[in-house]
């Protein structure tokens, strides 16, 4: 007999309650084997492929790609036992308990949330004289049923097409596509984010508007940068260095044996001046945890560091970046920017982090006021690397010199902790030898 499960939207990372479909690695007919990729979802963090835990046929795709699912939701249904006599699949969507004199009855499916959950089996049992067949077990609550594309309108677009358009973030819905039968075209999505689309965009009351759906990396940032600003006191001090020392010590560097093919950036040096100053100032690694009612000091630093990608702004970590050398520090950063501008940075390795850097000197900006990530206390904004006037020994000459300002909790870091730390990676930035005597 055929044994159907069906496969829900599982948590993939703690506290999701929701994602987007971006695309179907199968479809309905289509063999699978166990851990087989079968979709690719985004969450408020990353692109995630999700394995199937079951081998069998595909019998049915429950929701479309660019739909928003809830966690928990059915999104397919598979056929285990595809040697079975044939019977209809059950849908997302389930059914009323059929009445004694149906021929057969179904079991309902639990909606599952988390990896570790089973699924619950459905099979058809043959009726018995004028008794009704036994159910395997009691039905579960109705799953709910996945959200309907928005106006009923699913964009008809490649896998390919769509993830290029979630990069360049062009909303496929305000698109109408050119080749045959209306399907978006890389061109398409190509003309619309150079802001020269060939095709009327999708507007409200004919006024030349572009509206995109809230969600994804957008979402998940909006709501931690408000939980942090209205939760958190912040308070940004600021220190502008001569750092011509260091850019002199990085050119050593790059001509050494030891860091050829090595980048070495501002970027590297900061980082190591973050963890050498956090361990003369701990309150700058420690958060405060509201509802034990307790600062919790780290003795470790998990460094995050701020990365624009074309999916938007995420915080991945370099864990134990404490622990590392300038040149380890050096290829963390290389791996983690070139993972981050790539989406494959996972929602594991943007958890859990201690302090961050942001580094608006990359877009020619001398400085910000950055807001702190939750459940951190500080972040070191970097501004731009510029030639300016400097008084060196009592007599002007032109230096670089670098802007640094630091946001923290003050409910943690006083304003003595937080200037002693701005302080200490200040020095070290202006003259990277004092790190001997850290």
Sequence with gaps: MPTYKQFPLADTAEGLTEADILSWHVKPGDTVTVNQIVVEIETAKAAVELPIPWAGVVTELHVQPGQTVEVGTPI?????????????????APAAAAPASAPAEEEEMKPLVGYGSKAVVTQRRARKGSEPAPVAAVAA????APAAPRGGYVPLAKPPVRKLAKDLGVDLHALTGTASGGVITREDVERAANGTPVVESRVDSGTRERRVPIKGVRKMT????????????HVTEFLTIDVTPMMEFREKLKKSREFAGVKVTPLTF????????AKRTPDINAVWDEAAQEIVFKDYVHLGIAAATPRGLIVPKVRDADSMSLKELAQALTALTDTAREGKTSPADMANGTITITNVGVFGVDTGTPIINPGESAILCLGAIKD?????????????????????????????QGSEFLADVGALLADPAMAMTY
């Design 388 to 416: 300016q006037p400097w008084v060196v020994d009592g007599e002007i000459k032109v230096r670089k010199v670098l802007q640094l300002s630091l946001s923290f909790d003050h409910r943690v870091v006083d304003g003595q």
């Design 222 to 233: 909006a709501v931690a940068m408000v939980q942090s600003a209205y939760t958190a006191p």
């Design 76 to 92: 397919l249904t598979i056929d285990v036992d595809p040697g079975g006599a044939a019977a209809p699949a059950p849908t997302a």
């Design 270 to 277: 900061a980082a190591k001046a973050v963890c050498l100053a």
């Design 141 to 144: 609550p109705p799953a709910p």
